[in-house]
């Protein structure tokens, strides 16, 4: 059974689309992450849920925005994309804070054209 | 200066070496320590984790910190091709939610 499962795997749309992407974790963690990875594997947080609250809101455009319906999902819709935001997005959630580690979903590889 | 600094490589060694990665940080507030590995175009997988100062062995794998000179090592014995991935380190304060990653080291091992 996958533990942090994201869709969709891979996502090719135009300049100005407004897409969303899905997460699920089944590990009755009770904390959730949105990282972004550049093209040189730099992972960067951008959002984090714990327990459906918000806790962290990094420097992100407003045309970002998570939305966690309970503790086990968290999704991020993106409005208005731009070239720039081509990158591999991944899930992770971990027990509370992250001192252990994550578990990291496998990705979802966004492209914009 | 970045937080936390990580060669990016790639560092290619035969089948069989002992490997060595490593991260320098400039935060001394950053307690819990962690490796992940990272196969091409799959997440980032949790590989060890260390608390404060000292070493923690996990079959070939052997995470060093040294919070004095703050500077964290994985080392990997008897390298495999299967070990050939991206390994990014990673660390936190503790008590809070948020983690630094490295920018990760890409390793090839050569059978």
């Known amino acids: 059974d996958t533990a942090v499962s994201q869709t969709p795997k891979y996502l090719v749309t135009q300049m100005g689309n407004d897409k969303s992407i899905k997460c699920e974790q089944n590990?009755?963690?009770?904390?959730m992450y949105w990282y972004k990875q550049d093209s040189k594997k730099f992972l960067k947080i951008m959002f984090s849920?714990?327990?459906?609250?918000?806790?962290i809101n990094e420097t992100v455009p407003n045309r970002f925005s998570p939305k966690s319906p309970d503790k086990a999902h968290l999704n991020l819709h993106i409005n208005s994309l731009e070239l720039g935001d081509s990158a591999v997005y991944f899930c992770?959630?971990?027990?509370?804070?992250?001192?252990?580690?994550?578990?990291f979903g496998s990705g979802t590889r966004l492209t914009v054209v | 200066q970045k937080e936390v600094e990580q060669d990016p490589g790639p560092l290619s060694v035969p089948e069989g070496a002992i490997v060595s990665l490593n991260c320098t940080y400039s935060?001394?507030?950053?307690?819990?320590f962690m490796w992940y590995r990272q196969y091409s175009r799959k997440g980032p997988e949790l590989l060890m984790y260390?608390?404060?100062?000292g070493n923690k062995e996990d079959g070939r794998f052997t995470a060093q910190v040294d919070k004095s000179s703050k500077y964290i090592s994985l080392f990997i014995r008897d390298s495999q091709p299967s070990d050939s991935a991206t390994y990014l380190c990673?660390?936190?304060?503790?008590?809070?939610?948020?983690?630094?990653f490295g920018a990760g080291t890409r390793l090839f091992v050569k059978a």
């Open positions: 992770a959630s971990s027990q509370d804070v992250p001192n252990y580690g994550y578990t």
């Open positions: 590990l009755g963690h009770d904390t």
């Open positions: 849920y714990n327990n459906k609250e918000l806790i």
């Open positions: 935060n001394s507030a950053f307690q819990y």
């Open positions: 260390t608390y404060s100062s």
């Open positions: 990673a660390m936190s304060v503790g008590g809070g939610f948020k983690t630094i």
